[in-house]
């Protein structure tokens, strides 16, 4: 089942690709696998999957204790200050970045591991009051504001689009998202570069592609749906 469905996301992303004039390269499949046993983690591995996305520190510590060491993580969710430290030397990439104080937890952090750390700062394009992410608005000041941390490296902007029945409701959310990481990649700030776009997800990926994705984020699609019941 993890094969096919596999396959079948393959499939998707280079069709997308293909409809967009880009690159397979362009666009790397984050597997999302929160959530899931570190047996299913594995066998995805066996099937070729290095990159992992997970929304909780703690758990992405402990499957990284047990996994392959090959595995690159990549830190989801949104986080609460005092668990950067569970993961700052274990993560390629911090998605969810949205207050200038968190900012300074995960530059200290860095500073005391000796990393730098690569970071997305999330945005909350679509203004849904449920949703973590700085306000579209916010985001420049933003930038020039965490520019200053000597250990954090900005790389580009993440969103959540909003649930949709269908995926092309989002398409103006992308290319939002796009409109906006070209408008600050022309500031020329120190420390930032804006050559990440994260967004899509199970439901929008491929649209999301089509708007310059560079990171898609597919946990469902991959792994089927996630089971809450035994959680607290
Ligand atoms: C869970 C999650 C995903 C994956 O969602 P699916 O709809 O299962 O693909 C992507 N991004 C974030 C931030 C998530 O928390």
């Known amino acids: 089942m993890l094969k096919e469905n596999l396959a079948k996301v393959e499939e998707n992303i280079q069709a997308a690709c293909d409809r967009a004039g880009r690159k397979r390269e362009e666009v790397t ?12 983690l594995q066998e995805a591995y066996d099937l070729g999957v290095r990159v992992n996305g997970e929304n909780k520190a703690q758990e992405l510590a402990s499957k990284y204790e047990v996994l392959p060491k090959d595995i690159h993580w990549h830190m989801i969710g949104h986080m609460q200050r005092n668990k950067v430290k569970y993961i ?14 968190l900012a300074e937890t995960i530059d200290k952090e860095a500073e005391k591991h000796n990393v730098t750390a690569n970071i997305l700062i ?15 608005e916010e ?21 959540i689009a909003p649930f949709v029945e269908n995926p092309e409701d989002n398409r103006p959310v992308f290319a939002h998202l796009r409109k906006l990481s070209v408008d600050i990649a022309k500031k020329n700030i ?9 967004m899509g997800m ?3 990926y491929q649209v999301a592609i089509e708007e310059g994705a560079t990171m898609v984020r597919v946990g469902t699609g991959i792994f089927g749906a996630r089971d809450y019941t035994h959680q607290v």
Do not use: Y
């Open 29 to 40: 499949l984050i597997a999302v696998s929160k959530t899931k046993p570190v047996e299913m």
């Open 190 to 198: 120190d420390n930032i570069t804006m050559s990440i776009l994260s």
């Open 202 to 204: 199970t439901n929008d």
């Open 88 to 101: 700052i030397d274990k993560v390629d990439l911090i998605h969810s970045v949205d207050s200038v104080r």
């Open 122 to 136: 999330e945005v909350n394009v679509a203004k849904e009051e449920s949703k973590f992410g700085l306000m579209p």
């Open 139 to 159: 985001v420049p000041a933003f930038v020039e504001q965490i520019s200053k941390f000597s250990h954090i490296r900005v790389k580009g902007l993440m969103t």
